[in-house]
Nanobody, 123 residues
Framework: VQLQAFGGGMVQAGGCLRL?????????????MGWFRQAPGKEREFVAG???????RDYADSVKGRFTISRDAKNTVYLQMNSLEGEDTAVYYC??????????????????WGQGTLVTVSS
């Protein structure tokens, strides 16, 4: 499956952005989906994940209450990011795990990755 992430950009602190990730296959519904991010000089970290049917969501502590992950019935997963902070500046990646029944926060378990979209938050 191919994933294409888009929606990044530059925003002022306190602003919002919505990222989208479109999958190439309708079997997307069978995948646990996740968003990760990697800031300059840092390791890639888990941001949010959503179960196959969208009923379960998980978030990193740093984004709880500010970010919301969702998915539609077709082939797209979203990350709504509100109250953005400078620390949220990073390249954001969407990822798909075709084998899991639950959301994982380790990047190594995700088999498919999008190309990344840059989010820059200015103070």
């Amino acid at each position: 499956v191919q994933l294409q992430a888009f929606g990044g950009g530059m925003v002022q602190a306190g602003g919002c952005l919505r990222l989208s990730c479109a999958a190439s296959e309708r079997t997307f519904r069978r995948y646990v989906m996740g968003w990760f991010r990697q800031a300059p000089g840092k390791e890639r970290e888990f941001v949010a994940g959503i179960s196959k049917n969208g009923g379960i969501r998980d978030y990193a502590d740093s984004v709880k209450g500010r970010f919301t992950i969702s998915r539609d019935a077709k082939n797209t997963v979203y990350l709504q990011m509100n109250s953005l902070e400078g620390e949220d500046t990073a390249v954001y990646y969407c990822a798909a795990d075709p084998d899991a029944d639950s959301i994982g926060s380790y990047s190594a378990i995700y088999e498919y990755w999008g190309q990344g979209t840059l989010v820059t938050v200015s103070s």
